[in-house]
């Protein structure tokens, strides 16, 4: 039987939408990096996490993570799968997280619709 490992987003600025997610959502940080990975990186040309193509988002206490890799094409047409957020002050955390960068694209009578700053649609509801 098959288990969820990573939850994976393509984008054309994969640091940015990492840090996005990691502040958005709850025990979420970006992944260290340690002197290896940096030097892996820089082997491979690029001059650290800032431009990195793929970066990690992790989950303190389990559960899926989020890995952000680079793409070429850019976002055309409306995502096919998103996330579900909750929070107990919907309003509150809508206004957080547009100072994080997020959009809000549409509010229905229980969720809004937001998207991330690479136009990544995910809703917000209230806990009960």
Known sequence: MARLHDVVFDCAHPAAVARFWAAALDDYAVAPYDEAELARLR?????GPE???TVLVEP???GPR?????V???KRVKNRVHL?????DPEA???RLTALGARVR???EDHVLLTDPEGNEFCLGATD
């Open 72 to 74: 070429p094409e850019a």
């Open 60 to 62: 303190a206490g389990g």
């Open 106 to 108: 549409a509010r229905y």
């Open 66 to 70: 989020l890995f952000f890799q680079l």
């Open 43 to 47: 082997s491979l040309g690029f001059s």
């Open 84 to 88: 579900d957020l909750l929070a107990a």
């Open 51 to 53: 431009d990195d193509p």
């Open 93 to 95: 955390e809508i206004r």
